[in-house]
């Protein structure tokens, strides 16, 4: 089994109209976390967890995809700092979750 919940998070619209997304990838197996900010929107990330189905190892298990929904822009800035860039497109975002989560430590239980 390699079940992998996929939160995304979104700002309200900046002054300029401009909304941020941002998404963490848990993969229940591993226990790894993985967190990046994003181009473009939830389609996105979307299109990344049908990839993962067909390109990760053992995924026959369906991924959940959970949205938080709108964030104050300083809460998303709050919440985000730090996190790296994850790409834009679904296949750098796939990349993305692949190579860190090889990286990442597992959380603790």
Request: hydrophobic share 35%; proline share 6%.
């Amino acid at each position: 089994m390699n079940s992998i919940t996929i939160n995304i998070v979104y700002s309200k619209r900046d002054r300029s109209g401009n909304c941020y997304w941002a998404f963490t990838a848990f993969n229940h197996d591993t226990q790894k976390a993985v967190s990046g900010k994003i181009s473009g929107n939830d389609s996105n990330i979307r299109a990344a967890e049908f990839m993962l189905r067909d390109r990760w190892p053992n995924t026959g298990e369906p991924c959940w995809c959970v949205n938080v929904g709108e964030m104050p822009i300083r809460k998303w800035n709050s919440l985000t700092a730090g996190w790296p860039y994850a790409g834009c497109t679904p296949a750098e975002i796939l990349e993305f979750i692949r190579k860190t989560e090889a990286a990442a430590e597992p959380q603790p239980a």
